[in-house]
């Protein structure tokens, strides 16, 4: 267990103008550690999720990554290559639209290969054989590796779209609703998938959702948003076995029990 | 002898803010340590705060006021207020748990169910999956079930399935909500057997067993929990 | 009013005023100064449509002098409608000598083709640019693709090759092959054959580049290192053809196939004209070369 986090994060704001979209989020997180990002539509989550992938700049507030080379850096102050580049090595982000994850009109193959071209890989044979393992590993055959993701349903993009984002060892992988709109059965299957690669690979993932059984089943700590700010964080469990804030009772009271 | 986990003056309520913010207190003042190898058994009748406190000790639960203190590695922690990464490392390494209802994950065979925990451990796969098999076998899981996602199985197969999970790791506190609740008679006999082998390797136990013969045949001592009402304190 | 009637009196030397001159020639230093770079530049309207050379036609215009001696060709042919109209349009405004002969001209503009004869120093090779971004068909937005190009991020690059392979055995690409300039900037060389790669690799003559429609120009300076992207087990290839020119017997030339009849009967002759005719008048027979030479037009 390393005792040194992976990101840490201290009095991140975003405002739009005067309205708020996130204000004074601050937390740590470790390597392997997942964590759900919860409230409904508005509540900043989405806006905090951007600022931490640096898609978009807080009005205040630091976060600083640990690098591979254990050196701690401000996210804000490296320079947009340095972040880009971070962006396709070292984190991955996968969108709820796996369209805007993906790019539609090339294979399935160079999907997952793109990233590895990125960072120099010039060897074709090597790049297919490296995305025949990653479509294995997220269960979509071989035989489709030169299918275009147009042609896939919903559940195969997304799966697709993870594949891609993992295919060069990111250690932070940020997932905005990972399995909204998809089909109940298929987002069982996908949180499963999600969940023993998470664990497989030991990496720390930023899960913003609004559905608690996704946040109970992937993340091991939770933030609940509202309205910009942080109601109340801790132990997935915890606070939902236990919840304390008046929002988060709300929120918890409100799932519809099967 | 060792008392891994001592509890003093631990108090829970519930607020309740979608009903005006009413206060339900449910414990005050609880005190009470566990030494190695005794099996301790929380009594008193429903509702009393029995199943609270042993939530309160596994970290799922909130403590209002107190201190939980834990024998994690070679330092002394109190649960109360340890930062959740934290109380995931107690959990991991120090505090094991067998509830009452097994919370499935979908796809997961009941083997890697019950073998997962050792696994997070460090343990190698394979060891843990043979562990996880000697578990189920003398848990008289047919052996047709193990490769199954649990989430089908009747409620005495996944409540078998829930107690070699807990039983599988050597945790040193192993706390025990109810874990007989849907057995039938033989396959009680294999936990209480279960019981004896975990005291007799040291471990620390709390429970809870309404079942009156388990309850004689596995507790050391019964720690009163009514004596912890809250409204005695309050009032 | 004694004036002599003159063609060029209602026109400024080689049509364009001589501040957008100073502009285009401005862009195009820009351009030798970072090769392979695509230096905007105010594109002006010219006496023909978009697609028909008009960003060649303006760099041509700043940088031609009354000494220049023009070359155009289009798809490597010195007779074909847009090089004989370009042709007669700067003999017309700029008063300049012109030629079909590679080793004789000072300036050639071109549309789709290198020569074949070899340039040397102190040539200059326009190219007529349709579309400049090589990025563009994977990525639609030019502002990332800038953005792309500023940081060298150019992985989307090899995608494309990928993709080639992926779907036929081998990259497919055979015209606007994608070209690395000096280690830094991916650039289109514009719908070339990839046969003439090779001859951008350190060619003696400066070579520049105008897309009008798309207002860019960028460039090549003498001596600069082109290489063609590829994969270590894919590695890049010029076409071959298994005949030589029917006409001059040329091999290891760029060929045209012409159809002959109605019935489908074809030949492959070079795509170099004056190349091919400089040949066959030293006497080179290809195999449906006519008995005696026709005379040139």
Redesign the interface.
């Known amino acids: 267990m390393s005792d040194v986090p992976l990101l840490r994060v201290s009095a991140l704001s975003k405002f739009y103008g005067s309205r708020i979209g996130c204000e004074n989020v601050s937390f740590d997180l470790w390597p392997g550690e997942v964590l759900a990002v919860v409230g409904e539509s508005g509540s900043g989550k989405t806006t905090l999720l951007n600022c931490l992938s640096t898609r978009l700049l807080p009005s205040s507030g630091t976060a600083s990554y640990r690098m591979r080379d254990g050196q701690f850096r401000e996210l804000y102050r490296m320079s947009e290559a340095e972040r880009r580049f971070l962006m396709r090595t070292d984190w991955g982000f996968v969108h709820q639209n796996p369209a805007d994850g993906l790019r539609m009109t090339v294979s399935a193959g160079a999907n997952v290969g793109e990233r590895l071209m990125a960072v120099g890989d010039r060897h074709y044979g090597k790049i297919r054989a490296t995305a025949v393992d990653w479509l294995s590993r997220v269960e979509i055959d071989e035989d489709r590796i030169d299918d275009e993701p147009r042609a896939f349903s919903g559940g195969m993009r997304q799966r697709l779209q993870i594949a891609r984002n993992l295919v060069t060892g990111p250690r932070l992988v940020f997932m905005d609703e990972p399995t909204g709109g998809l089909d109940v059965s298929v987002q069982a299957r996908l949180l499963d998938l999600l969940r023993g690669l998470v664990t497989d690979l030991g990496l720390a993932a930023i899960v913003v959702t609004h559905d608690l059984a996704v946040a109970r089943l992937l993340s091991q700590r939770m933030m609940v948003m509202k309205d910009g700010r942080v109601v109340e964080s801790g132990l997935t469990d915890r606070v939902l076995d236990d919840p304390r804030a008046p929002y988060t009772q709300l929120l918890v009271s409100s799932i519809l029990q099967v | 002898m060792a008392t891994p986990l001592v509890v003093s003056d631990v108090a829970k309520s519930?607020?309740?803010?979608?009903r005006d913010?009413i206060r339900l207190p449910v414990v005050a003042g609880v005190s009470f340590s566990i030494r190695s190898g005794e099996c301790a058994v929380l009594g008193g009748p429903s509702g009393a705060g029995k199943s609270s406190i042993l939530?309160m000790l596994y970290?799922?639960?909130?403590v209002d006021a107190g201190q939980i203190i834990v024998q994690h590695e070679d330092g002394l922690i109190d649960l109360a207020t340890a930062s959740?990464?934290m109380?995931?490392?107690v959990r991991r390494l120090t505090i094991g748990y067998v509830s009452q209802f097994l919370r499935t994950?979908?796809?997961?065979s009941a083997l890697d169910v019950v073998a997962e925990p050792l696994v997070e451990r460090g343990e190698d796969p394979d060891v843990a999956r043979n562990k996880a098999r000697a578990l189920l076998a003398q848990l008289n899981l047919p052996e047709k079930l193990w490769m199954l996602p649990p989430a089908t199985f009747s409620g005495g197969e996944q409540q078998r399935v829930n107690i070699a999970r807990g039983f599988i790791t050597e945790h040193p506190i192993l706390l025990l909500d109810e874990p007989t609740a849907s057995l039938d008679a033989s396959n009680r006999d294999v936990v209480i057997a279960l019981i004896a082998a975990k005291k007799a390797a040291g471990v620390a136990l709390l429970g809870i067993f309404h079942d009156h013969d388990v309850r004689e045949a596995v507790a050391d001592r019964v720690i009163d929990v009514t004596a912890f009402a809250a409204g005695k304190i309050a009032a | 009013m004694t004036a002599q009637p003159t063609d060029i009196a209602t026109y400024n030397f080689a049509y364009l005023d001589e501040q957008t001159k100073r502009m285009i020639r401005r862009a195009i230093l820009k351009g030798i100064a970072i090769p392979g770079y695509q230096v905007p530049f105010a594109s002006r309207e010219m006496p023909m449509p978009y697609g028909w050379g008009t960003g060649g036609v303006q760099v041509t215009a700043s940088i031609i002098g009354p000494d220049d001696v023009l070359k155009v060709i289009d798809q490597g042919a010195d007779d074909t409608t847009n090089a004989v109209s370009i042709r007669a349009f700067f003999k017309k405004v700029a008063n300049v000598a012109v030629t079909t002969e590679t080793a004789k001209a000072t300036i050639i503009q071109t549309r789709h083709r290198i020569p074949e004869h070899p340039l040397t120093s102190g040539q200059v090779l326009v190219y007529q640019v349709p579309i400049p971004e090589p990025l563009r068909f994977l990525e639609p937005r030019e502002t990332e693709t800038r953005k792309m190009h500023a940081l060298e991020e150019y992985g989307l690059m090899h995608v494309k090759l990928y993709e080639d392979i992926a779907r036929h055995g081998r990259i497919a690409t055979t015209y606007a092959y994608p070209v690395k300039v000096e280690g830094r900037y991916v650039m289109d060389p514009s719908p070339t054959p990839k046969f003439d790669n090779p001859k951008m690799h350190r060619s003696p003559a400066l070579q520049l580049f105008g897309a009008g429609r798309e207002k860019r120009i960028y460039a090549l300076p003498p001596f600069t290192d082109v290489v063609s992207l590829d994969f270590e087990d894919h590695p890049f290839e010029v076409q071959t053809f298994d005949q030589p020119c029917a006409l001059c017997a040329a091999e290891n030339v760029y060929l045209d196939e012409v159809i002959l009849d109605d019935h489908g009967d074809h030949m492959f002759v070079c795509s170099d004209t004056d190349h091919c005719e400089k040949r066959r008048e030293q006497g080179r027979r290809g195999d449906l070369a006519p008995e005696t030479m026709e005379p040139t037009q």
């Open positions: 519930f607020t309740m803010h979608l913010g939530k970290g799922n639960y909130a959740p990464r109380v995931l490392a994950v979908p796809r997961v």
